[in-house]
Structures are given as structure tokens and as C-alpha cells.
């Protein structure tokens, strides 16, 4: 049974830095990432990892945010700097396994403050 687990979701105010992780067992994964939801929108991919080390992140969060993991661990960081208003939202973990099989977490919520 797989299980994906974030933590590291608090509130922050604007401009500062926060660090998410997130721990997936049970199968090996090829790519992990996360996504987000604020509310009233859709939910978003942030940042990608692949088991080998490439990375691929969503515009709006490049030169901020920086994906890694640890595959010993099975584990996901996102690094969050210089954090806006909008980037205030529920932050998903994801974890795909080499079948192409997708696995979520049930999310942290980060909210930044003016």
C-alpha cells in the first residue's frame, strides 16, 4: 500500500521562506512533485523531479521555489523563497510510479500574509 505524506505547510509573511516535504512508501517512483490549489482555482503542477535529478517548474515560481529529493528516502523537498500573496494555497504531493501510476497526498496548506 502506497502512502504519501506532506508536512511543512504554515503561515508566512510575504517575502519570507518555507521548506515542504514529503515522504512516499510503498512502491518506487519515478517522478515526484508537487502541485497546489488555491482557492476557486484549479490545481496546478509547481515543480517536478524525476528520479534521475531533472526538473521542471511552472514560471511563476522560478528562481523561488527549488524541488529535490532524496531517493533513499523516497522523499520530496520544495524549497520556497521570497514568497508571495499568491502563492498562498493547498500543496499537493505527487508521486508517479514506474507503471504510470499516480499517487497524492492529502495536502499542507500555506498560507502568506501581507
Known amino acids: 500500500q502506497v502512502h504519501v505524506v506532506e508536512s511543512g505547510g504554515a503561515l508566512v509573511q510575504s517575502g519570507g521562506s518555507l521548506r515542504l516535504s514529503c515522504v512516499a512508501a510503498?512502491?518506487?517512483?519515478?517522478?515526484m512533485g508537487w502541485y497546489r490549489q488555491a482557492p476557486g482555482k484549479l490545481r496546478e503542477l509547481v515543480a517536478t523531479?524525476?528520479?534521475?535529478?531533472?526538473?521542471n517548474y511552472v514560471d511563476s515560481v522560478k528562481g523561488r521555489f527549488t524541488i529535490s529529493r532524496d531517493n533513499a528516502q523516497n522523499t520530496v523537498f520544495l524549497q520556497m523563497s521570497a514568497l508571495k500573496i499568491e502563492d498562498t494555497a493547498v500543496y499537493y504531493c505527487?508521486?508517479?510510479?514506474?507503471?504510470?501510476?499516480?499517487?497524492w497526498g492529502k495536502g499542507t496548506l500555506v498560507t502568506v500574509s501581507s
Open positions: 523531479i524525476t528520479r534521475g535529478g531533472v526538473t
Open positions: 505527487h508521486a508517479r510510479d514506474y507503471y504510470a501510476r499516480d499517487y
Open positions: 510503498g512502491e518506487v517512483f519515478n517522478e
